[in-house]
């Protein structure tokens, strides 16, 4: 099935040649003359991105993009501004709201198809399903490098051996890395006002730790130690930011990535901790 885009532009003119065009290149268009029938459109019909004018009668292209956000089933469609205004304020305000991509008229077939072939490649990375470990992170990361010329941080990864109980990150430190554990297990903890130490994580391999400060932008809160020998695969975290800054995208897959990370180790642990109930009652039976 073709792709839907739905097209939101007052000017009858270039309505009419923009639909052309994206017909020609085998996509389904719909189209309408103001925000407010772009809203009933895209509220009806779902499509898969919009193209939308910012200047318009009746509602403009803000309005669109501001009522489209609220719409849980809408708020997540590619969404680009069409527009004749170029200044860089119109330009920060419409990214600032939501908005995926900024075309500016009078404009190219290369670069309205160019800039609608992005979006929808982008799409369907955000829905594929990558696997909760190493392999899955990397393949991410390979899939959304491209325009922004990133560091290739999925080859040659550097790995560290640590020592049982030996310090892998100090509370207060700036982060430097996203770990990945290999081999072995790993706790991270803070102290006490007595100097009592205080486990608050548990990670074995296949899972990623380290990555709260790095996503909040600030220091560490807790230490990670080595439980046993293990095995770290690093990720430099200039490498990690320069991802995060130029690919909203790929910010929103990391994210997903290491929740879904999370989640199943939190399922690991239940099951761990209802055999160990099991194995008390055994016992006392």
Do not use: W
Not at 96 to 117: H, Q, R
């Amino acid at each position: 099935m073709n792709q839907h885009i739905l097209l939101i532009e007052d000017n009858d003119e270039i309505r009419d040649n923009t639909a052309e065009i994206l017909e020609l290149s085998n996509y389904k268009v719909s189209t309408a003359a103001n925000g407010k029938l772009g809203v009933e459109l895209a509220i009806k019909d779902k499509p898969d991105l919009i193209i939308c004018d910012i200047m318009m009668p009746v509602l403009d292209g803000y309005g669109v993009l501001h009522l489209l956000g609220k719409n849980p089933e809408l708020s997540g469609i590619p969404f680009i501004f069409l527009t004749a205004k170029s200044e860089r304020t119109d330009f920060r305000k419409g990214m600032e709201m939501g908005a995926d991509d900024y075309i500016t008229k009078p404009f190219t077939d290369v670069e309205l198809l160019s800039a609608i072939d992005s979006r929808l490649k982008k799409v369907s990375l955000l829905q594929k399903n990558f696997a909760a470990d190493d392999n899955g992170m990397q393949e991410m990361l390979q899939e959304f490098e491209g325009v922004h010329a990133l560091e290739n941080i999925s080859q040659n990864r550097p790995e560290n051996s640590y020592k049982k109980k030996q310090l892998i990150y100090s509370y207060g430190n700036h982060p430097q890395k996203l770990f990945f554990l290999k081999k072995g297990k790993v706790k991270t903890y803070v102290n006490n006002d007595d100097g009592k130490s205080l486990t608050i994580g548990l990670y074995s391999e296949g899972d990623f730790f380290g990555y709260t400060a790095l996503l909040e932008g600030s220091t560490y809160k807790e230490s990670a130690e080595a439980i046993d020998d293990c095995v770290i695969a690093e990720i430099p975290v200039e490498a990690f930011e320069k991802l995060l800054h130029y690919n909203k995208d790929a910010t929103k897959k990391i994210i997903q990535l290491l929740a879904k990370n999370i989640t199943e180790k939190k399922k690991v642990e239940v099951r761990t901790s209802a055999q160990d109930r099991s194995a008390i009652e055994v016992v006392r039976g």
